[in-house]
Structures are given as structure tokens and as C-alpha cells.
């Protein structure tokens, strides 16, 4: 069983920052990508970041410099850095873990609430 645990959402105000992790465990084995996604209110799920295990990065344009993403391999974790929160950064955050093994996995989502 594979299992993705996100943390480290909550409430910030506009201009704040946080920092999301996902930890990955089980049996997941060949991870070749992983990232965020978000989902607002009425809205399709999104990309916000992803990093190949080559270390390649990949942002949507409305994250560019504001975001950061980075990983640890031998801990299996994905991090997502956000500084300059915006209101319309409000969402509810996912983090994916792409293997051989596994195909997608999905976390279960962290609520990030941008407001003052």
C-alpha cells in the first residue's frame, strides 16, 4: 500500500509564505516525477509544480518566481515552497508521486487559505 501525507497548509495572510511537504511511503519504487496540484472552489485541479528525478523543473506561470520546488529521494518527500501568497493562490493542495510501480498516486490534500 502507498500512501502520501501532505502538510504544512493553513492560513496566511497576503505576502506570507509556507511550506508544503509530501511523504511518500510503501512500496513505491522507480519514482521518475513528483508534484502539487490545486484545486479552487469550482475550478478544475491545476499544476502548479513539478520536478523530474533528474531534478528538471517544471512551474505554471502564475507561480513562476514565487514558488519553489525541491525533493529529498532517499527520504521520498516533495516540498513546495511558496512565498508572495495571493488571495488567488487559495486552494486546496495535492501533491502526485509518478513511478514504475505505482503509475499516479495522489495525496489527500492540504487547504491553503490566503487572506487577511
Same mark, same amino acid.
Given at each position: 500500500q502507498v500512501q502520501l501525507v501532505e502538510s504544512g497548509g493553513g492560513l496566511v495572510q497576503p505576502g506570507g509564505s509556507l511550506r508544503l511537504s509530501c511523504a511518500a511511503s510503501g512500496s513505491i519504487f522507480g !519514482?521518475?516525477?513528483? #508534484?502539487?496540484y490545486r484545486q479552487a472552489p469550482g475550478r478544475q485541479r491545476e499544476l502548479v509544480a513539478a520536478i523530474t528525478s533528474g531534478g528538471s523543473t517544471n512551474y505554471a506561470d @502564475?507561480?513562476? #518566481?514565487?514558488?519553489? !520546488? @525541491?525533493k529529498n529521494d532517499a527520504r521520498k518527500m516533495v516540498y513546495l515552497q511558496m512565498n508572495g501568497l495571493k488571495p488567488e493562490d487559495t486552494a486546496v493542495y495535492y501533491c502526485n508521486v509518478d513511478s514504475l510501480t505505482k503509475g499516479r498516486t495522489w495525496g489527500q490534500g492540504t487547504q491553503v487559505t490566503v487572506s487577511s
Open positions: !519514482i521518475y516525477a513528483m #508534484g502539487w @502564475s507561480v513562476k #518566481g514565487r514558488f519553489t !520546488i @525541491s
